[in-house]
């Protein structure tokens, strides 16, 4: 059963996504995200040798958002694994990647 919790936000870079997504305080394991480009969710590789992994517990993530190129799913999915490695479910656009 996936939960819906609706947050809309207007970020300008990919840290400001990220404090959003660490700021959000919750206890949620099952999250439906709703982004209008799934480029808000890659995380630069300088982003990521700077910083450590963010480490949520998210266990299952629903990902909907409009994308157009499919080889840039295993970089988006790289992305939300690294903010996310607990999760064990991972589907984007209702497509079931793990």
Same mark, same amino acid.
């Given at each position: 059963?996936? =939960?819906?919790?609706? =947050? ?21 394991? !099952? ?33 909907? !958002? ?22 064990? !479910? ?9």
């Amino acid at each position: 059963m996936w =939960f819906r919790h609706a =947050f809309f936000l207007s970020v300008g870079s990919s840290s400001d996504m990220l404090n959003f997504l660490l700021n959000l305080n919750c206890s949620w394991n !099952t999250i439906s995200l709703h982004v209008k480009e799934y480029e808000a969710l890659i995380w630069p590789e300088k982003l990521k040798r700077v910083c450590r992994s963010p480490l949520l517990n998210w266990k299952h993530l629903k990902v909907i !958002t409009n994308y157009g190129n499919p080889e840039r799913i295993s970089d988006l999915k790289e992305s939300l694994m690294w903010i996310s490695p607990s999760l064990e !479910t991972l589907s984007i656009n209702e497509k079931c990647i793990f």
